[in-house]
């Protein structure tokens, strides 16, 4: 069965640009969550999505955003780029909401804001 | 607020000892899991400690429970270079993730 695949891998933006990042999660998988890894703040969750519905969001800026397609594949939008956006966003994958289902993770897109 | 602390956040260590990494959280949470990173891929699962008093092993790797105390270990036996590697712990609260700054793990030969 194929992992959770993320697309670009790599990402080099400008300031004030806007940006999106896709993921698809294992086949039959529902629920993808999103999370920032940054050297600074570590791990944090940004959003959860299941069945095309935000269910959970963590402490960030509206400039994140996420959308889930009737596919469960999932992409997150980050407008008007800070430099502090630059980070390794993660997409993990789940069969039901919510993390008491093992979540596996895609290898993640790293995105860089000059 | 749910704080999941770690440590050591460092640790080199000599090929064939033992050690443990600690992984204190602050409010309750009946679910703990631990994740191994290396640098620049992404997190993999290795365990999943769901009740108190869990303890789960997969090779030199042992993990344990105890919610009373909010503390899990991760306990590593007789070290070898491949199990170098950033490990995570993190709990669930509010259906969120929470996780630790993470054990950064130098194993030498």
């Known amino acids: 069965k194929a992992g959770v695949t993320q697309t670009p891998r790599y990402l080099i933006k400008t300031r004030g640009q806007q940006v999106t990042l896709s993921c698809s999660p294992i086949s039959g998988h529902r629920s993808v969550s999103w999370y920032q890894q940054t050297p600074g703040q570590g791990l944090q969750f940004l959003f959860e999505y299941f069945s095309e519905t935000q269910r959970n969001k963590g402490n960030f800026p509206g400039r994140f955003s996420g959308r889930q397609f009737s596919n469960s594949r999932s992409e997150m939008n980050v407008s008007t780029l800070e430099l502090g956006d630059s980070a390794l966003y993660l997409c993990?994958?789940?069969?039901?909401?919510?993390?008491?289902?093992?979540?596996?993770f895609g290898p993640g897109t790293r995105l860089t804001v000059t | 607020e749910l704080k999941v602390e770690q440590n050591p956040l460092f640790l080199s260590m000599q090929e064939g000892k033992n050690y443990t990494i600690y992984c204190n959280y602050s409010t309750t949470s009946d679910r703990l899991y631990w994740y191994r990173q290396d640098p620049g891929k992404s997190l993999e699962s290795l365990f999943v400690l769901l009740s108190n008093g869990a303890v789960k092993q997969e090779g030199r790797l042992m993990a344990s429970l105890d919610t009373k105390a909010r503390l899990s270990t991760l306990h590593i036996t007789a070290a070898v270079h491949d199990l170098s590697a950033t490990y995570f712990c993190?709990?669930?609260?509010?259906?969120?993730?929470?996780f630790g700054k993470g054990t950064r793990l130098h194993i030498l030969p």
């Open positions: 993990a994958s789940s069969l039901v909401v919510g993390p008491r289902s093992e979540q596996y």
């Open positions: 993190a709990v669930d609260r509010d259906d969120k993730i929470i």
